[in-house]
């Protein structure tokens, strides 16, 4: 009881973080923080970080997420997972519904501190990378954890750190503002959340 209650207190606290983020983004507010951030990083450029955060921001793109997602989505459905399929499924097509919509909702513009390696066409918050890495990777590691309960703490450890990478390689590229992230990880966590509930629902404990 009193660990529902902390969960409670948790989810409304990471929503109201939520809801001042995005009302700040909405009325065009300007967070000193996001520019200091941003030059702080950029003294770390170098040739082989500009190679490793390239290498690392791919494993968000969509070139790569869409294919894993059908790869994922087929082994579940081959394997008669059929309830973990439909709501991974919809895990992620909501996902990336929230990151499309918000972004054009919000329409906010892109750093342009330097000329970054990759070009991106799209608004900037939330970030789409740092939403899709939890949503993607998020629930990978639930569905994993599932089945490997005994590795669970580190499966979800593995999956923080990649999400937290991603994010970092947005920074480092300059293709984001800090407070994208703050947003995308928010809404992916939020979103993963309720999906995960709904699976819940779905599967007894040991399924």
Request: aromatic residues 12%; positive net charge; proline residues 5%.
């Amino acid at each position: 009881m009193v660990s529902k209650k902390v969960s409670v207190v948790g989810y409304g606290l990471v929503s109201l973080v939520l809801i001042g983020l995005s009302l700040a983004v909405f009325l065009e507010r300007v967070f000193p923080i996001d520019t200091t951030v941003l030059q702080a990083i950029r003294q770390l450029e170098s040739p082989l970080m500009d190679s490793l955060m390239l290498g690392i921001t791919r494993i968000g793109d969509p070139h790569f997420t869409v294919p894993l997602v059908f790869i994922v989505f087929v082994w579940l459905w081959v394997k008669k997972h059929r309830a973990k399929a439909k709501i991974f499924a919809l895990n992620c097509f909501g996902g990336a519904v929230l990151s499309t919509c918000l972004k054009l909702f919000f329409g906010k513009v892109r750093p342009a501190l330097w000329t970054s390696p990759i070009e991106e066409v799209s608004f900037s918050y939330p970030s789409g990378h740092a939403l899709g890495a939890v949503v993607l990777y998020g629930f990978l590691a639930y569905l994993i954890g599932r089945q490997l309960p005994q590795f669970k703490g580190l499966i979800y450890g593995l999956a923080i750190v990649l999400a937290l990478s991603i994010g970092f390689s947005r920074l480092y590229l300059g293709v984001h503002w800090p407070t994208d992230l703050v947003g995308g990880y928010i809404i992916g966590f939020l979103w993963t959340s309720v999906c995960i509930r709904l699976l819940d629902r779905q599967l007894p404990k040991t399924a």
